[in-house]
Nanobody, 124 residues
Framework: QVQLVESGGGSVQAGGSLRLSCAVSGYVYYMAWFRQGPGKEREGLASIRLTGGYTVLDESVKGRFAISLDNTKTILNLEMNSLKPEDTSTYYC????????????????????WGQGTQVTVSS
């Protein structure tokens, strides 16, 4: 059974940085970070394939966020820099044991396992 446990959320001022982590147990093939603000759809931010480390970032965070795995491939990280108030949201890590359809690595429906979420608040 796959389990995901996020950590690292918190409050930061605009322009600051935060690092989110997600501890994963069990076999997974692809992992990703999503976020969901109040009344908004859950949006995909970044994904990584555990074999080979291939990454995809959404245009909205390209150049500011980076996704990575530790050497043991059991900790998924999201480095967030130059944070903006509009980045305020609940962030979720997600995982799947199969390959997402082409072009769907940032689609919510591609992932069957989810963490509990961690809150990130960016103040102006």
């Amino acid at each position: 059974q796959v389990q995901l446990v996020e950590s690292g959320g918190g409050s930061v001022q605009a322009g600051g940085s935060l690092r989110l982590s997600c501890a994963v147990s069990g076999y997974v093939y692809y992992m990703a970070w999503f976020r969901q603000g109040p009344g908004k759809e859950r949006e995909g931010l970044a994904s990584i394939r555990l074999t080979g480390g291939y990454t995809v970032l959404d245009e909205s965070v390209k150049g500011r966020f980076a996704i990575s795995l530790d050497n043991t491939k059991t900790i998924l990280n999201l480095e967030m820099n130059s944070l903006k108030p509009e980045d305020t949201s609940t962030y979720y890590c997600a995982a799947t044991t199969s390959a997402p359809n082409f072009g769907a690595v940032l689609h919510r429906s591609s992932y069957e396992y989810w963490g509990q979420g961690t809150q990130v608040t960016v103040s102006s």
